[in-house]
């Protein structure tokens, strides 16, 4: 009898071995899985994007189409209204720079934004870093 326990013990324990290093290595995968790795690239192609803030004391709506090179270099072109002045089809051309974790940092016209690459690059939430503004842009990769 004493072999027997000694038996369903020692199961017991290469079992509860196995497991642990079966859901060790799975850990391990979704840990890996959920680590992100962007890059310039992450944001390339086209991009819809719609801003709405302030400027000074005006406000700011605006709407636009934005091409990501994926070396760094954007084109965009946008109507816009601050203040109630409309200006349509305004075409501009920037930089960003990705970071492995997937910050993103824009710079268009001289102005700053920083954002987040979400959903695998499908968008990215931006906000100016313009001091007396207050402008949140969402892109959203046009298929």
Do not use: H
């Amino acid at each position: 009898m004493n072999f027997k326990i000694q038996g369903f013990f020692a199961t017991l324990i290469i079992g509860s071995v196995s497991a642990l290093t079966i859901s060790d290595a799975i850990s391990q995968k979704v840990n890996a899985q959920t680590t992100p790795s962007c890059n310039n690239a992450t944001i390339k192609g086209s991009y819809g994007t719609k801003a709405t803030g302030m400027i000074v004391e005006w406000p700011l709506a605006q709407v636009g189409l934005v091409k990501l090179d994926g070396r760094g270099n954007f084109q965009a072109t946008s109507t816009y209204s601050v203040n109630n002045t409309v200006t349509k089809n305004e075409t501009a051309s920037g930089t960003y720079s990705v970071k492995q974790d997937c910050t993103v940092q824009i710079v268009l016209n001289g102005d700053t934004y920083s954002g987040i690459i979400v959903d695998g690059g499908k968008e990215v939430f931006l906000i100016a870093t313009i001091p007396g503004a207050v402008v949140i842009d969402t892109w959203k990769k046009v298929n």
